[in-house]
């Protein structure tokens, strides 16, 4: 079965940072892109960044673009989202995703809980 | 950015209705087009792709339809495990953009 597994959410203080893990399992995670996407509470969902399954690949949203780093290892079938600078409008669930097919960054077929991020003083 | 525009925003059926979302997107974007599913405190879950493709384990009574910058998705005979958010999300370009949502909410 395919699973993800987020943790690292919690809470921290403006400015700060955190580091978000996602483990994977039941599939060939080189095989597959992963995303990233936030969900406010009581709102929309918000797509925040995509690796490529080798790593050579990622993409932004403008809102995170050089506060945010997506990585993976996968050798480790982990995937991680560095945050740093962190604003109030940062808080949100956070969500790994699997991309749908081979190298498809685009689709997402497989999400995890999600761990919840509160950027706060 | 691509922006995608779900309506309506709320939807009351009752079971065995038939429901049908729209989502316009604000430039075309072929057939790129997915469905979710949504349910409170649970992760989305994908229910079709390139416009009117179904997943994998998806019932048929979830259709979709539409190319270029207009898209529906239809529920027919709605069941109880149907009452749940629906967001539709364009594949088209990065960066990825997702509708605000169609809550469908029983009558």
């Known amino acids: 079965e395919v699973q993800l597994l987020e943790s690292g959410g919690g809470l921290v203080q403006p400015g700060g940072s955190l580091r978000l893990y996602c483990a994977a399992s039941g599939f060939t995670f080189s095989n597959y892109g992963l995303s990233w996407v936030r969900q406010t509470p009581g709102k929309g969902l918000y797509w925040v960044s995509v690796i490529s399954g080798s790593a050579s690949n990622t993409y932004y949203a403008d809102s995170v673009k050089g506060r945010f780093t997506i990585s993976r290892d996968n050798s480790k079938n982990t995937l991680y989202l560095q945050m740093n600078s962190l604003r109030a409008e940062d808080t949100a669930v956070y969500y790994c995703?699997?991309?749908?097919?081979?190298?498809?960054?685009?689709?997402?077929?497989?999400w995890g809980q999600g761990t919840t991020v509160t950027v706060s003083s | 950015d691509i922006q995608m525009t779900q309506s309506p925003s709320s939807v009351s059926a009752s079971v065995g209705d038939s429901v049908t979302i729209s989502c316009r997107a604000s430039q075309g974007i072929s057939s790129w087009l997915a469905w979710y599913q949504q349910k409170p405190g649970k992760a989305p879950k994908l229910l079709i792709y390139?416009?009117?493709n179904l997943q994998t384990g998806v019932p048929s009574r979830f259709s979709g339809s539409g190319s270029g910058t207009d898209f529906t998705l239809t529920i027919s005979s709605l069941q109880p495990e149907d009452f749940a958010t629906y967001y539709c999300?364009?594949?088209?370009?990065?960066?990825?953009?997702f509708g605000g949502g169609t809550k469908v909410e029983i009558k």
């Open positions: 999300q364009q594949a088209s370009s990065l960066p990825l953009t």
């Open positions: 390139a416009s009117s």
């Open positions: 995703a699997k991309g749908l097919g081979f190298g498809d960054l685009m689709v997402m077929d497989v």
